[in-house]
């Protein structure tokens, strides 16, 4: 399978690219630059997934459609977000993801303010949007055929491993698992979206309002 090939060898790049350079610096987002390398990395993930995906209806696989019931999505969507804030309480202290990252500033700097706010948007739009696509809307679609629960758990535990984080796995794949099961129950990629868009939104505004 394309997409599987694809996920593990990105999964690969990321893992080997983390073990030879470490952790990103702590004011990578107070660079300029480092918008221009979400934009680049991004759009080579759409070329490739909007490829793989073009030997069947775009539209089914990368499941762009309203959600089922927007109720059912809502619910399930608040139970992901406490989920993961119980998850990250309980083994945030223990395991430090965020720290392991290491894309969030130890100090707000308002002079570096512009850059901030512009590498939020790509993490909290550009790589919701496309994380989404990519995993639950056509890893989903794709590994369907082998079971719903094989879907939304093999779509989690990958998510997981695209990042090439170790400490962060285990609320990675947790989180990858409650986006898949919200895309399983309400048959739309959109509130995964939102749902990405917002926790990855929350994390940033946190990390210089404390």
Not at 45 to 74: D, K, M
Not at 75 to 102: F, K, N
Not at 162 to 170: D, I, K, S
Request: charged share 10%; net charge positive; proline share 5%.
């Amino acid at each position: 399978m394309l997409w599987l090939a694809f996920v593990l060898a990105f999964a690969a790049i990321s893992y080997a690219a983390r073990s030879e350079s470490g952790r990103p610096d702590a004011d990578v987002l107070y660079q300029p630059s480092t918008f221009v390398n979400y934009v680049i990395q991004y759009a080579l993930i759409g070329a490739v997934i909007w490829a793989i995906a073009g030997l069947g209806s775009r539209r089914e696989l990368f499941a762009l459609r309203r959600p089922s019931s927007w109720g059912r999505a809502t619910a399930i969507a608040v139970g992901v977000i406490l989920g993961m804030y119980a998850l990250s309480a309980a083994l945030g202290p223990v395991l430090h993801p965020g720290r392991e990252q290491g894309l969030t500033p130890t100090a707000w700097e308002p002079a570096h303010a512009a850059a901030y706010i512009v590498n939020g948007i790509a993490i909290a739009v550009l790589a919701p949007v496309f994380e989404e696509l990519t995993f639950r809307g056509l890893g989903f679609s794709l590994l369907r055929r082998y079971g719903e629960w094989t879907a939304i758990i093999g779509v989690g535990f990958l998510f997981g491993l695209a990042h090439g984080l170790v400490q962060a796995l285990p609320f990675l794949v947790a989180f990858g698992i409650g986006l898949a099961f919200l895309r399983s129950r309400t048959g739309s990629v959109f509130p995964g979206m939102i749902v990405h868009g917002f926790f990855n939104a929350t994390a940033l505004i946190f990390a210089v309002a404390h």
